[in-house]
């Protein structure tokens, strides 16, 4: 029945807004569709309510979470760390990756560690971390740091290291040399790949964050989890992998989705 | 009609004193690939005169690119020397701008912004930066797309936008790499019309690499045809038509199968 509503509503002919609206509404029906399933597990007895909480109880933690304060402060200090580490990141990511990307030396030397190192999950950077930096902030920066640099370091040597020789040979012949070739050619052509990059570090700066966050005792959304866990709370578990979810959606959506959209339009790569 | 003779800037002889636009003066190539040596073109003599539309015809890999782009500065010579205007050209300059057959454009850029990059790098302020911007797009056709972003534009457009955008450097030459190799023919015929209207307006001199014989007589006061590599001037060909030359006229198809035989003759060595 509501699939062939749907399949009149996406057919030519109908009016716009319900054709605009359909995909809202597919998404919306999904999303009800998931929550019925859950609830049905959860009060199917199964398993006990600390175990696999149901939706209202997940719901109530959300509200009380929200309503009290405590996500907002602890969502506040997760995001502030990982601007922190990410700003860093970048930082360090566009100065390694154009090294790597202009000088064979650096290529050879630094290149391989690079990939090494970007293969490597970075909380196992989080022991070493704790034992250089103590157990704090500065740790559980480091570990956003080394996770998310490596990603933007390759995405700004692939980006540059792949500008079409055209670009810059048409450039030159007008007169473009030294830093001017980069800031209009280089880096412009460069930005699909590096965009990439800095998306790829920010989801890897993130993750990293909750990890280290696990483990460090002071209110952030990764010691939110932890502390569900130590008191049997799982309804306050999901709630926070919720917000986390939503934060991370909205993130992404802020931050890169309309500067990615204005440039694969104008660049016609949709 | 329009002849060589006539046009402004070509054997004048009331300025006799002036140098040619480009002297190349045994400029040869030779580099490396691997571990052997590859000669890609023998030392080459040209004087080209101000004003005047020089095509090089040839098999392809010849050189004939490999000249275009020392003469641009972007590629140092093995032997020999570039004049311009009589002074050593050495490195890439403004004044002497290549057009390659992917019309290298910006993609980041739209239409005016690809027109304007050349001045903004030589410091033109903005008002006019866009106005000397638009005087070259209106001369290329392409008024009402100055916002238009380059993958929506075809081939044809795109060879206007890099063509608006190398005369708005106001250079002395214009060096062509075969910019309407990649066209089909109905484009190409139009854009042959255009650039010899745009060349007999500003009196730019051009020097242009094609492999395609018709083209060279149509558009060329000179036709220099190379050898296989390493490329060398064979046979030079003065182009005495009237202009405007129709592709269709039969002096022209003459001079062309005059020419392509000896071309072939080349090839065949």
């Given amino acids: 029945m509501a699939a062939s509503d749907l399949a009149a509503a996406t057919a030519p002919g109908f009016p716009l807004a319900a054709r605009l609206w359909a995909p809202w509404l597919r998404r919306a029906l999904f999303y009800v569709g998931l929550v019925a399933v859950w609830q049905l597990i959860a009060s199917s007895g199964m398993w006990p309510s600390y175990v696999v909480p149901g939706p209202n109880a997940v719901t109530a933690s959300l509200a009380d979470g929200l309503a009290g304060g405590v996500f907002l402060v602890a969502a506040a200090v997760s995001l502030s760390r990982l601007a922190v580490g990410y700003v860093l990141s970048v930082g360090l990511g566009i100065l390694l990756g154009m090294l790597i990307a202009r000088f064979r030396l650096a290529d050879e030397l630094l290149g391989s560690l690079v990939l090494a190192l970007q293969s490597l999950p970075s909380v196992c950077w989080l022991p070493l971390a704790i034992l250089w930096f103590g157990l704090n902030q500065t740790a559980v920066i480091f570990v956003v740091v080394m996770g998310a640099l490596f990603s933007i370091t390759l995405g700004v040597a692939s980006g540059v290291r792949n500008t079409p020789p055209l670009y810059v040979k048409a450039a030159r012949n007008m007169g473009s040399h030294g830093w001017r070739l980069y800031s209009r050619v280089i880096i412009p052509a460069a930005l699909p790949a590096v965009l990439s990059g800095l998306k790829q570090g920010w989801s890897f700066a993130w993750r990293s964050l909750m990890a280290g966050e696990l483990i460090y005792f002071s209110l952030s959304l990764g010691n939110l989890l932890q502390t569900g866990r130590d008191l049997n709370d799982a309804a306050r578990v999901v709630a926070v992998m919720v917000v986390i979810m939503v934060i991370g959606l909205v993130c992404d959506q802020l931050l890169f989705a309309p500067f990615e959209g204005r440039m694969r339009e104008k660049r016609g790569l949709n | ?269």
């Fill in chain 2, 1 to 269: 009609m329009l002849t060589s003779q006539q046009r402004p800037g070509i054997n004048q002889p009331d300025q006799p004193l002036q140098p040619p636009a480009l002297g190349i003066e045994g400029v040869s190539k030779t580099y490396w690939q691997g571990d052997r040596t590859v000669d890609a073109l023998a030392p080459i003599n040209l004087t080209v005169k101000t004003g005047e539309f020089v095509c090089l015809v040839g098999p392809s890999g010849c050189g004939k690119s490999t000249l275009l782009s020392i003469v641009s500065g972007l590629e140092p010579a093995s032997t020999g020397s570039v004049l311009a205007k009589g002074q050593p050209a050495v490195g890439p300059s403004p004044e002497r701008l290549l057009l390659f057959q992917e019309a290298a454009l910006f993609p980041w850029l739209d239409v005016q912004g690809n027109v304007e990059f050349g001045l903004r790098e030589r410091g033109i302020r903005p008002t006019e930066r866009s106005s000397v911007a638009q005087r070259y797009v209106d001369l290329v056709h392409l008024t009402g797309f100055e916002r238009t972003y380059i993958h929506q534009l075809s081939g044809g457009m795109r060879q206007r936008t890099a063509i608006a955008r190398a005369l708005a450097m106001d250079p002395a030459l214009l060096l062509m790499d075969e910019p309407f190799g990649a066209l089909d023919a109905l484009t190409r015929d139009t854009l042959h019309e255009e650039l010899e209207s745009i060349w007999a307006s500003t009196g730019k001199t051009i020097l242009f690499v094609t492999h395609n014989v018709r083209e060279a007589v149509a558009l060329g006061d000179r036709v220099l045809v190379f050898s296989p590599r390493p490329g060398r001037i064979v046979a030079e060909f003065p182009i005495d038509l009237p202009r405007t030359r129709s592709l269709q006229d039969h002096g022209l198809a003459d001079k062309a199968s005059e020419i392509l035989a000896v071309l072939t003759e080349e090839m065949r060595r």
